[in-house]
């Protein structure tokens, strides 16, 4: 199925340094959603966003909703160690029924060492 | 957001039978969803499941192999038939509400085949 290229793949970063990650596709969507997985664990959501241009924060986390609708960004401020663990974007087309399907990207894995 | 659960966690299954997997949300839902993620992979969208009528499946997927009920709005079933070491993976259920793009995941399910 189709996946959103998600970049960087990996970042092994040191406690208390910034983090940024994004997510780029073909084709536009009109909710950009991120999530984060720890190890044997599902995704939770972590910011949602619904407008081209939006800026989102939920604590040390930003993103953004890009313009082109194409591609959407991650940042991670003062990374923390519980900061660890895969975060994938997720893509989604409509506003309701069967268009609530998300595509994720291929995720991100982080690591940060103390 | 809901609770979601997910029976089994996890389990180790023989080549060439069936698991049955179960979703259970705390509130009604209108949208579930059915996810696999591969080993080291991303999230790929298997089926919407509808209640009352049949599962809407994705490009890959067929009914014959991943059979999906949903008797009512708080319940899900998956079912993985006639399993080869290949549908090995994680199983995730997720919710989301009809007008609502935020999606919601449940712990998953932890599936290896012999």
């Known amino acids: 199925g189709q996946q959103l290229n998600q970049s960087p793949q990996s970042m092994f970063i040191q406690e208390g340094e910034d983090v940024s990650m994004n997510c780029t596709s073909s084709?536009?969507?009109?909710?950009w959603l991120w999530y984060k997985q720890d190890p044997g664990e599902g995704p939770v959501l972590l910011i949602a966003?619904?407008?081209a241009g939006e800026l989102t924060s939920n604590g040390r986390l930003t993103a953004q909703f890009g313009i082109t609708r194409k591609d959407s960004f991650l940042n991670i401020s003062a990374s923390i160690p519980s900061d660890v663990g895969i975060y994938f974007c997720?893509?989604?087309w409509g506003y309701g029924g069967a268009t609530n399907k998300l595509i994720f990207g291929t995720g991100t894995l982080l690591a940060v060492q103390p | 957001s809901a609770v979601i659960s997910q029976k089994p966690s996890r389990d180790i299954c023989q080549r060439g039978t069936s698991l049955t997997i179960q979703c259970q949300v705390d509130?009604?839902?209108?949208?579930m969803f059915w996810y696999r993620q591969q080993p080291g992979q991303s999230l790929t969208l298997i089926a919407t499941?509808?209640?009352?009528?049949?599962?809407?499946?994705e490009s890959g997927f067929v009914i014959d192999k991943f059979p999906i009920s949903r008797p009512n709005l708080t319940f899900s079933t998956l079912t993985v038939s006639n399993m080869s070491p290949e549908d090995s993976s994680i199983y995730l259920c997720?919710?989301?509400?009809?007008?609502?793009?935020?999606?919601?995941f449940g712990p998953g399910t932890r599936l290896t085949v012999l």
């Open positions: 997720s919710v989301g509400r009809y007008s609502y793009n935020e999606q919601f």
């Open positions: 509130s009604q839902v209108t949208m």
């Open positions: 499941a509808n209640q009352g009528s049949e599962a809407t499946y």
């Open positions: 084709s536009i969507f009109n909710t």
């Open positions: 966003l619904y407008k």
């Open positions: 997720a893509g989604q």
